[in-house]
């Protein structure tokens, strides 16, 4: 057992190709409509995709030239030729009709007839949206980079949103999108996906909201807790201060149980306490009952 250390440029490219799905994951998808010079309309998923920029508004997708043969794919030759795409988010209730659109059908075939989704014009550009989709974005590309010439080489194609499409149904009473309705998917290696739904979901505060303690604030004996993981560590780390004497004594009043535990130096009952504190996200508590302590 141990890591095993490669150089991309010892390894043939395929093998790097599903070394990197697989690796950088999970990934969001473009599921990108575009039109060729002659109107012709084109739907594929794209999972190199991300948002980065909100004033203006950018998304960038990259459509590699294939592997295996070094051609590339139509959407990228009608983001060329026309500097427009409309971008569609991809939801559980179309995953399978995304995919198959992932065809690799004849130029000029239209995947929205194909994978049986509907085609609904655009207000500011030519290509089509996808009505089933939660959210779109009209979009007019302003850049394409190549960044290279042979098999496996993407294209970062830089998309400034014009237009924004919300599907009032994955919307809370406040008018924003509702994570928990979206149930978004996302592309992982091979055919693997993930859904973005109900255990699959977690919250973590920000810590830019507070400024969080840091874990080197926290005692010895939590850090080196054979009980508490990093993710508990860094969370206690997240807390905005260091619990007061004061706040710790009153604590220890109304608890017999971790009062206990102090007394028998029993170090493994109290940082199980803290994680079934963090468990309940009562990180209040948590971190009064690491501090309980200090050896």
Not at 104 to 116: A, L, M, P, Q
Not at 236 to 242: A, M, P, R, V, Y
């Amino acid at each position: 057992m141990g890591v095993v250390s490669i150089n991309p440029k010892e390894v043939e490219t395929a093998k790097l190709h599903g070394l990197l799905l697989s690796a950088v994951a999970p990934r969001p998808i473009a599921f990108a409509s575009t039109v060729d010079i002659n109107g012709n309309v084109n739907l594929s998923p794209f999972s190199f995709f991300n948002v980065f920029s909100a004033n203006p508004p950018i998304l960038i997708f990259s459509p590699a030239r294939r592997v295996r043969d070094n051609t590339t794919k139509h959407t990228l030759e009608n983001a060329i030729a026309t500097k427009e795409v409309t971008i569609n988010i991809v939801n559980f209730p179309i995953v399978e009709q995304m995919s198959l659109s992932s065809t690799e059908y004849d130029k000029g075939v239209n995947e929205f007839s194909k994978s049986g989704l509907t085609q609904v014009p655009s207000i500011k550009v030519k290509p089509p949206r996808v009505k089933e989709s939660p959210v779109s974005f009209e979009c007019i590309v302003e850049n394409i980079m190549p960044l290279g010439e042979e098999g496996g080489a993407g294209n970062l194609i830089i998309a400034k949103v014009v237009m924004v499409h919300v599907d009032d149904t994955y919307t809370n009473k406040d008018g924003k999108l509702d994570t928990t309705k979206l149930d978004l998917v996302a592309r992982m290696g091979e055919s693997w996906y993930c859904r973005a739904s109900k255990d699959a979901l977690f919250e973590i505060p920000k810590p830019i909201f507070t400024k969080g303690i840091g874990v080197d604030k926290l005692p010895k004996h939590i850090l080196e807790s054979e009980i508490l993981t990093g993710n508990n560590l860094g969370r206690l780390g997240n807390s905005e201060k260091l619990p007061t004497q004061e706040e710790i004594s009153t604590f220890l009043e109304n608890n017999i149980e971790v009062q206990t535990m102090i007394n028998n130096k029993d170090i493994p009952a109290l940082h199980t306490k803290v994680k079934d504190f963090l468990k309940e996200e009562n990180v209040s508590k948590a971190i009064l009952v690491a501090f309980s302590f200090i050896k």
